[in-house]
């Protein structure tokens, strides 16, 4: 069984900074790619950024330039550190895995239960 398990969310003043963290646990053969959504109320789940094992990251164009992702491949981990934080960075963050639980199974996407990032001051 996969577990996608986040820690690290608050409350922050803008300007701030956070570093989210995000770990893969369970038995699996291996991660293709791992990554953080987040959905505000009212508003559709969005990519914030996420990277494949091969070194291809992505980021929103919202968070290009303050948020930056980065990966411990032998800890099956994740982080985001986010930096000048802003009100509309605000939302419930989610981290994302694509896992191949065997060699012979395709890939697919598994998701924590998310944790909160407020910024306000």
């Known amino acids: 069984q996969v577990q996608v398990v986040e820690s690290g969310g608050g409350l922050v003043q803008p300007g701030g900074s956070l570093r989210l963290s995000c770990v893969v646990r369970?038995?699996?053969?291996?991660?293709?790619?791992m990554g953080w959504y987040r959905q505000a109320p009212g508003k559709q789940r969005e990519l914030v950024a996420a990277a494949t094992t091969g070194g291809n990251t992505n980021y929103a164009d919202s968070v290009k330039g303050r948020f930056t992702l980065s990966r411990d491949l032998a800890e099956n981990t994740v982080y985001l550190q986010m930096n000048s934080l802003k009100p509309e960075d605000t939302a419930l963050y989610y981290c994302?895995?694509?896992?191949?639980?065997?060699?012979?199974?395709?890939?697919?996407?598994?998701w924590g239960q998310g944790t909160q990032v407020t910024v306000s001051s």
């Open positions: 369970g038995s699996f053969f291996s991660i293709y790619a």
């Open positions: 994302n895995a694509e896992v191949r639980v065997t060699i012979s199974i395709s890939r697919n996407n598994y």
